[in-house]
């Protein structure tokens, strides 16, 4: 099966088609033109992918004239309810668009003004993520393999949720956990999130559950955002088996609090501190999941290819599971548009998404004092299992170093990778 991700690369490469890569806007003329519209979708997703390259590069420039006549271009072929190559190109363009528009502060804000956070539709499309695509399942499953081995004979048990998971995460685990040979521990699991009401729903159904399975249980909520975390409001205990997860979370803490005219080599992030913090609690283990994606360049050119690469294949593993027409399938895609304007348009403290490689994420947890662990061959088997059953043949797990990676076809998405305290002698 060929997607729009095996297009754009080989669209990049391919000699025949490099000409596209240094298009004239005034060799394009009007967007209206007929043969414009009765190309195929597949010599449209190709055009479109050159529009969007060479647009790209006139915006890294401030080439605004030139930029503005590409984003004529672009706008009249894309579309938000078209082909997946449409899908994708509206997105971009309103994300090249916008960073266009910060050239004028004043017309940027007001077009574009700061409005309230709504935390219960983040997790609405958190939720419309977890049902649609079988990665952060995968994560859960995994990450709860590592606990559990990690937590064997442990009598007293303490999970750290950083940035509050899915309920169901935990309910497998309790019901794990009922069934151990030895009993179940005394489980607290400390949730932190934004949204009060869905810390209150979480709590419930877990106590639920835990009085079902009649297992000792504690709930703890913070409420709170992870870059203004106090890991004193954990509440850890001496005596307890830490352990400690997070899902998507750790990258927005990457952001620099220094002055962004600082050399990017001074740069320091909350990352630092925070990690130093969570180092301090000894955890038993701590499970990180992030996009295996490099959107954290200061290069623009290279961000947008990047990001391109990553959300075409986000992209194609919708178009092959969900119908085109899904509403469910339109917010999950309007998430990742949000992604997508905030890895490409915005910058220093404002720019959040920066997504980066297993490979940087352990440098930096090595640097703050952990030692990786590897994650064990039958949670890489319990993984491949809930993949044969989810559909599509394009979806894989592959492990490296201890660490496992979710794929669609060969491009890896997502890693799971699993770490503990390491003590400075």
């Given at each position: 099966m060929t997607g729009i991700a095996d297009e754009l690369s080989s669209s990049v490469n391919s000699s025949p088609l490099t000409s596209f890569m240094s298009i004239s806007p005034t060799s394009l003329g009007s967007p209206y033109a007929p043969w414009l519209r009765d190309l195929k979708s597949d010599e449209r997703g190709l055009f479109l992918i050159h529009l969007l390259l060479n647009c790209a590069t006139h915006v890294a420039s401030g080439n605004i004239d030139q930029a503005n006549a590409f984003l004529e271009q672009i706008s009249f072929l894309a579309s938000p309810d078209g082909d997946t190559m449409q899908r994708i190109a509206s997105y971009f363009t309103e994300a090249l668009a916008r960073r266009l528009l910060r050239s004028w502060p004043g017309l940027y804000r007001a077009l574009n003004p700061d409005l309230p956070d709504s935390s219960a539709s983040r997790f609405h499309a958190r939720r419309l993520f977890l049902d649609l695509f079988p990665f952060l399942r995968l994560s859960f499953l995994v990450s709860n393999q590592a606990i559990l081995e990690a937590m064997e004979s442990e009598k007293v048990v303490h999970i750290v949720d950083l940035g509050g998971s899915?309920?169901?995460?935990?309910?497998?685990?309790?019901?794990?956990?009922?069934?151990?040979?030895?009993?179940?521990?005394?489980?607290?699991?400390?949730?932190?999130?934004?949204?009060?009401?869905?810390?209150?729903?979480?709590?419930?159904?877990?106590?639920?559950?835990?009085?079902?399975?009649?297992?000792?249980?504690?709930?703890?909520?913070?409420?709170?955002?992870?870059?203004?975390?106090?890991?004193?409001?954990?509440?850890?205990?001496?005596?307890?088996?830490?352990?400690?997860?997070?899902?998507?979370?750790?990258?927005?803490?990457?952001?620099?609090?220094?002055?962004?005219?600082?050399?990017?080599?001074?740069?320091?992030?909350?990352?630092?501190?925070?990690?130093?913090?969570?180092?301090?609690?000894?955890?038993?283990?701590?499970?990180?999941?992030?996009?295996?994606?490099?959107?954290?360049?200061?290069?623009?050119?290279?961000?947008?290819?990047?990001?391109?690469?990553?959300?075409?294949?986000?992209?194609?593993?919708?178009?092959?599971?969900?119908?085109?027409?899904?509403?469910?399938?339109?917010?999950?895609?309007?998430?990742?548009?949000?992604?997508?304007?905030?890895?490409?348009?915005?910058?220093?403290?404002?720019?959040?998404?920066?997504?980066?490689?297993?490979?940087?994420?352990?440098q930096r947890l090595e640097m703050a004092g952990f030692w990786r662990v590897g994650l064990s061959y039958?949670?890489?088997?319990?993984?491949?299992?809930?993949?044969?059953?989810?559909?599509?043949?394009?979806?894989?797990?592959?492990?490296?170093?201890?660490?496992?990676?979710?794929?669609?076809q060969e491009r890896a998405l997502f890693s799971v990778s699993a770490w503990r305290f390491r003590r400075y002698d």
């Open positions: 899915d309920p169901s995460q935990w309910i497998a685990l309790l019901q794990t956990l009922a069934a151990r040979q030895e009993g179940p521990p005394h489980l607290r699991i400390t949730a932190v999130a934004e949204s009060r009401e869905f810390l209150t729903h979480m709590a419930s159904i877990l106590s639920k559950e835990a009085e079902k399975l009649d297992i000792p249980f504690q709930f703890h909520a913070v409420i709170s955002r992870l870059e203004a975390l106090n890991v004193e409001s954990l509440r850890v205990k001496t005596g307890e088996a830490l352990a400690i997860t997070t899902a998507l979370q750790l990258h927005s803490l990457l952001a620099p609090e220094d002055d962004p005219a600082t050399p990017r080599k001074h740069f320091s992030t909350k990352l630092e501190s925070f990690l130093s913090s969570l180092w301090g609690l000894s955890p038993k283990i701590m499970v990180v999941t992030e996009q295996e994606s490099n959107h954290n360049g200061s290069n623009l050119k290279d961000r947008f290819m990047e990001a391109l690469y990553f959300y075409a294949a986000m992209f194609d593993c919708l178009e092959s599971t969900v119908p085109r027409h899904s509403a469910e399938r339109a917010l999950v895609e309007k998430l990742f548009g949000e992604e997508i304007k905030n890895i490409i348009a915005c910058e220093g403290s404002e720019r959040k998404e920066r997504h980066e490689k297993l490979e940087s994420w352990k039958y949670g890489l088997m319990q993984a491949r299992r809930i993949l044969q059953g989810f559909g599509s043949d394009g979806y894989q797990v592959k492990e490296e170093n201890g660490s496992f990676f979710f794929c669609w």
